[in-house]
């Protein structure tokens, strides 16, 4: 089984229209999706976010996301502390580094998911360049977004029409990164080039 930690905007882009999504292995490396209890917390903390999905805490997401948590030992606990304070004081110790291009210094909920990724070796998925910068500091697998629904098709968890939906959906929202912008015709050809004919 390989774990796979969703964060904010990635969980968000996603848990609308792929259900059951946390929980559930699919593909042959048996990927499990789940959710840390701190990106709950961030998106309750945000007023902004909280006005923006307000499904957020539909009862059928919430408790999809308590059943799928990930349970830790003290140890596990204690090594995740110490491994999100590295990163923290590794991205206080120069900001400037993530600000290129209009970008963001990881927040210190951004590092708690990377430390998860560091010292548990699960995959973490964010569409937060930041994120991927500072995982490639720390050797932490990161995945785009666009990589994990990718996954999902070709494990058959979500088709083509899903997948069309989800990108017409982000791009009428105003919320299509760059980076699925770019991979839309090289990963996705068989779904967008038919769609442009």
């Known amino acids: 089984m390989t774990l796979v930690l969703l964060d904010t905007n990635a969980y968000l882009r996603l848990a609308k229209r792929v259900r059951p999504m946390l929980g559930v292995a699919f593909g042959t490396k048996e990927y499990v999706l789940t959710v840390l209890k701190d990106v709950e917390e961030e998106v309750h903390r945000n007023p902004n976010l909280r006005f923006k999905f307000p499904w957020f805490d539909e009862q059928v997401l919430a408790d999809e996301r308590l059943a799928a ?9 204690t ?5 999100a304070s590295v990163l923290r004081a590794s991205v206080l110790a120069d900001p400037m580094r993530f600000m290129a291009g209009g970008g963001s210094p990881p927040s210190p909920v951004d590092c708690r998911v990377l430390a998860h990724g560091f010292v548990r070796g699960c ?13 490639g500091e720390f050797d ?3 995945w785009h977004g666009y990589e994990l629904l990718k996954a999902l098709l070709n494990a058959k968890a979500v088709d083509s029409v899903l997948v069309k939906e989800i990108f017409d959906a982000l791009e009428a929202n105003g919320d299509l990164p760059a980076s699925w912008r770019a991979a839309r015709y090289t990963k996705f050809p068989k779904i967008f080039s038919t769609a442009k004919k």
């Not at 948590?69 to 606990?77: P, W």
């Not at 090594?79 to 491994?83: F, K, L, V």
């Not at 937060?128 to 500072?134: G, I, R």
Request: glycine share 0%; hydrophobic share 45%.
């Open 140 to 142: 932490i697998r990161v």
């Open 123 to 135: 995959l973490v998925t964010t569409d937060d360049l930041s994120m991927h910068k500072l995982a």
């Open 79 to 83: 090594s995740i502390d110490a491994a």
């Open 69 to 77: 948590r990930v349970r830790l030992t003290q140890e596990q606990k």
